[in-house]
């Protein structure tokens, strides 16, 4: 009997290919989700709300501490002149309805203008007075209007913009008339210093003789005994909003990977 030799092979396992991912989706790249945008979005505005915040804390802080002239935060002094008889700015209307604590002695405290001829041998006057008793007062009178005061933020440099108004001389001299709610005449520096009321009114600086060219560095401010502690208030405000902003943007923008998931 003969015996055939069978040759077995083993077999070999056969690789198996890799399990087949799941569809590749944005969201699997990039883990951003609506709640992870809108966190990013919401910290961004609100942290643009907090340094608005924080700029006008700081500049309140920069006028408390550099602008202070006795007491009040003043403009630098700019040159204001006309060859007629006059100089009158625009209204400055307080309204009645506004809340009197906003304009009182608490928030803006009192009004002071600063005025100096630059003819030392000139007397100047400056007054204030009701927007109509103005009008009335200059109505035939030659002057100029302030109609604008151009200049930067920090209050360093004005540009004034005037109206050339025609008439004929005062009938009455300025330190005279019987208009005035608050008034300075003479030579020198002459400060005004005015409590705010409601009411439409008007500033006017002339020479006391109601004689004609008027030339005068003048500079105006307010007490604002809350600036202080608003600015601060501000300032700390703002510091905290970015703290909170700061952390929904980064909670909103870190990475968290998503696992794939695998086709079943």
């Given at each position: 009997m003969s015996h055939s030799t069978l040759n077995t092979t083993e077999a070999?396992?056969?690789?198996?290919?890799?399990?087949?991912?799941?569809?590749?989706?944005?969201?699997?790249?990039?883990?951003?989700?609506?709640?992870?945008?809108?966190?990013?979005?919401?910290?961004?505005?609100?942290?643009?709300?907090?340094?608005?915040?924080?700029a006008c804390g700081a500049y309140g802080l920069w006028?408390?501490?550099?602008?202070?002239?006795?007491?009040?935060?003043?403009?630098?002094?700019?040159?204001?002149?006309?060859g007629s008889y006059a100089l009158a700015t625009r209204t400055l209307q307080i309204s009645s309805e506004v809340p009197s604590f906003l304009y009182g002695r608490d928030w803006l405290g009192d009004v002071r203008i600063r005025g100096e001829s630059t003819n030392p041998n000139r007397p100047l006057f400056i007054g204030i007075a009701h927007k109509a008793d103005v009008d009335r007062y200059l109505a035939d009178v030659a002057?100029?209007?302030?109609?604008?005061?151009?200049?930067?933020?920090?209050?360093?440099?004005?540009?004034?913009?005037?109206?050339?108004?025609?008439?004929?001389?005062?009938?009455?001299?300025?330190?005279?008339?019987?208009?005035?709610?608050?008034?300075?005449?003479?030579?020198?520096?002459?400060?005004?210093?005015?409590?705010?009321?409601?009411?439409?009114?008007?500033?006017?600086?002339?020479?006391?003789d109601g004689s004609p060219g008027v030339s005068a560095d003048l500079a105006a401010g307010a007490k604002l005994p809350a600036l202080l502690w608003v600015s601060i208030v501000l300032a700390g405000l703002g510091l905290l909003v970015l703290g909170g902003a700061a952390a929904l943007i980064y909670f909103g923008a870190r990475h968290r990977p998503v696992p794939a998931t695998a086709a079943g």
């Open positions: 070999k396992p056969q690789p198996q290919p890799p399990p087949t991912a799941g569809p590749v989706t944005a969201n699997t790249l990039s883990g951003w989700t609506g709640g992870r945008i809108a966190m990013v979005v919401v910290g961004t505005l609100v942290a643009l709300l907090a340094l608005c915040a924080m006028l408390h501490t550099t602008q202070r002239s006795h007491g009040y935060v003043m403009t630098s002094s700019q040159r204001f002149a006309t002057h100029s209007d302030v109609v604008d005061i151009s200049g930067d933020p920090f209050g360093t440099t004005y540009s004034p913009t005037y109206r050339a108004q025609s008439g004929g001389t005062p009938a009455t001299a300025p330190d005279r008339a019987r208009i005035w709610a608050a008034s300075v005449e003479g030579k020198g520096i002459k400060t005004l210093t005015w409590s705010v009321k409601p009411g439409r009114w008007a500033v006017v600086v002339m020479r006391p």
